[in-house]
């Protein structure tokens, strides 16, 4: 069973007052490319969260996300704030009025954002981060949501499975279509040499050594046989099934290395055949193996 590198998984918890939600989106990468966005509450779990889920992950362009709503689900902040300290605020702004009017500032100077950085007039609330019980509400979570995130891999790895099957015999039932074009394509060329030499002789006057023209046909013929090829694509085929079933990281590159030796056998044979209609199904076997590499670089 193959897993796609595409996936999402989603679990919440409510602990006090809100609601906290883990969310695992990923695309497909060579590595593991792992974005974390945590609310200010979660920072001090920074390195135990990277470590659950790089342990988990594998491979792709992840991004998880870990933040709080209220129990209605409106989005909070993760902090609490102070209310502002009016009496404060009232003796910052005086004696600023009056500073302003003792240096003659513009009118049009605002006081107002330079007061509320003063930390007397609005200050965070401390945050002493998650609890004990609270972190292990998270684990599970981020557990719940991994599991999630994996189902969902496992569906659309299914999905790519079925295609790369169809996909395989396809090209399987390309490569029994060349048989027939095969011996023909052989005798043809055959015929085509004995009968330009035959000219050739007639034109020249001269005899051909009948024994050394069957020698060099031999060898120009053994040069176009594609039976090697037929035989390396068959098999490689057959690989790229078997690799399908395999578990395991690593499944997705192995794939992708096997369908670049199709590639190869395939090339080959285009090379080899000088006959338009095996031309023709070298072209429709390309076509397929393009869509095969396009997914691979989405399995796991």
């Known amino acids: ?30 590595q593991l490319d792992l974005t974390l966005k945590l609310m200010p509450h979660f920072h001090d779990k920074e390195t135990e969260i990277r470590r659950i889920l790089s342990a988990a992950l594998e491979r792709g362009k992840v991004d998880v996300a870990v933040y709080m709503t209220d129990i209605a689900g409106a989005n909070v902040s993760g902090q609490s704030y102070t209310p502002i300290n009016k009496e404060a605020f009232k003796y910052y702004y005086h004696e600023l009025c009056a500073l302003k009017e003792e240096l003659h500032m513009p009118e049009t100077t605002d006081l107002i954002p330079a007061i509320m950085r003063i930390p007397d007039v609005l200050r965070v609330a401390a945050d002493n981060g998650i609890s004990d019980e609270e972190w292990v509400m998270l684990q599970a979570a981020l557990t719940e949501a991994i599991e999630a995130f994996t189902a969902f891999r496992k ?17 399987s039932a390309l490569l029994a279509e060349v048989e027939p074009f095969e011996k023909n394509r052989v005798e043809n060329i055959r015929l085509s040499l004995v009968k330009n030499l035959d000219k050739l002789a007639e034109e020249t006057k001269q005899q051909v050594d009948k024994n050394r023209l ?18 390396r694509l068959t098999n490689h085929i057959k690989y790229f099934r078997e690799t ?12 992708g290395f096997i369908a670049q030796e199709m590639g190869r ?21 390309k ?4 869509q095969i590499k396009e997914q691979v670089l989405n399995v796991l």
């Open 1 to 30: 069973m193959i897993y796609s590198m595409t996936g999402y998984g989603k679990a919440e918890y409510i602990f006090s007052d809100h609601k906290t939600i883990v969310e695992i989106r990923s695309l497909n990468s060579k």
């Open 155 to 171: 569906q659309e790895g299914a999905a790519l499975e079925a295609m790369f099957t169809e996909k395989l015999d396809g090209i």
């Open 214 to 231: 069957e020698a060099e046909l031999i060898y120009y013929l053994e040069k176009l046989d594609i039976t090697e090829e037929k035989v």
């Open 244 to 255: 399908m079933s395999a578990v395991g990281a690593g499944v997705g590159k192995k794939l």
């Open 265 to 285: 056998e395939i090339n080959t044979l285009g090379s080899k055949s000088n006959q338009s209609e095996m031309q023709i199904i070298v072209v429709k076997m």
């Open 287 to 290: 076509d397929i193996l393009e």
